[in-house]
């Protein structure tokens, strides 16, 4: 690929858009970007929208001076999709690329993106590694990965714009899972590819007790996804998680985990008494969900 100057990327509308939402992310931030600006490919910019952040990671964002990076900050805490769709707005690319401000991409990310993309390719998604190829988990990793495809995770994955306007963008109202809802839209447009060769890095994270409980809410999208889409997920014969119903009913199942799952920290101790608690707690949830939604599923 033939390298730009910094004045041929002003001057030339740049074939792809990548688009970055960040809320608190001065650990990871710069990281992100500098993966970025690391690129074979050269003709791209990228776009950030800081959902009113609290640290330094505006301040870090402006270190860097580099024509092809456009920052937006929101006044006020908006999430994560009414972000992304704001810096879809600004985006003037062919292609829009993601990911998240705490991943790094490899440098031929936005090559082997485009190198999928043919007349009935709409979208590609890209490999996301945790940690390392050679990382072995532990019971309390927050583990963020997607290693097959069919996810659509923001994480790693690139658009069609024009498909993306058609579809209207991602949905507002939805918390926590607007990505898949984006990508199983947009397969009804054409075809999604994976390349395993598009790879995104996701730093390691603890699950800590309060988190862990916090995420049980998670669930009330996959509701709504199964209604509109029959996205079936985690869900069996209308079943959600079967194992972790079964953990309702039976706890002593939690104490397989002992055996199935790496226990070397103390923090992995310390999650397992607040299994059971996030299980309950994410099957009421989740039957909530289906009982406003008018959905049969267990």
């Known amino acids: 690929m033939t390298a730009l100057s910094q004045s041929e990327v002003k001057r030339k509308k740049p074939l792809v858009s990548v688009v970055i939402c960040v809320r608190n992310g001065q650990k990871t931030v710069g990281g992100c970007l500098e993966s970025l600006l690391n690129q074979t490919f050269r003709n791209y910019e990228i776009i950030i929208v800081d959902d009113a952040s609290n640290d330094r990671t505006v301040e870090i964002i402006s270190g860097f001076k580099d024509q092809r990076i456009k920052c937006f900050k929101n006044k006020q805490w908006l999430n994560v999709a009414k972000s992304r769709n704001r810096g879809l707005k600004h985006a003037r690319g062919k292609y ?3 990911t998240d401000a705490d991943c790094t991409v490899f440098k031929d990310w936005i090559e082997q993106g485009l190198s999928c993309f043919t007349d009935d390719c709409v979208g590609v998604e890209g490999r996301i590694i945790y940690v390392s190829e050679k990382y072995q988990p532990t019971y309390s ?3 963020l990965e997607n290693r097959t495809g069919g996810q659509f995770m923001t994480g790693n994955v690139a658009y069609r714009k024009d498909v993306i306007e058609a579809v209207g963008g991602l ?3 939805m918390r926590y899972n607007s990505d898949r809802d984006l990508g199983l839209k947009i397969i009804k447009h054409g075809r999604m590819c994976y390349n395993k060769n598009m790879i995104a890095v996701h730093p390691q994270g603890t699950l800590t007790p309060d988190r ?13 996804l199964f209604r509109r889409f029959g996205d079936k997920g985690l869900i069996s014969w209308r079943i959600f998680k079967p194992f972790s119903l079964a953990k309702i009913f039976f706890p002593g199942l939690i104490l397989a985990s002992l055996f199935f799952r790496k226990f070397r920290k103390k923090e992995d101790f310390d999650l397992l008494p607040y299994t059971y608690v996030y299980a309950v707690l994410e099957r009421l949830y989740f039957w909530k969900a ?3 939604a ?5």
């Not at 862990?212 to 709504?224: G, K, P």
């Open 294 to 298: 008018r959905v049969f599923l267990i």
């Open 212 to 224: 862990l409980i916090s995420t049980a809410t998670h669930v009330e999208d996959r509701v709504y």
């Open 141 to 143: 990793d927050q583990v």
């Open 290 to 292: 289906c009982a406003r």
């Open 96 to 98: 829009s690329f993601f």
């Open 171 to 173: 949905n507002e109202k």
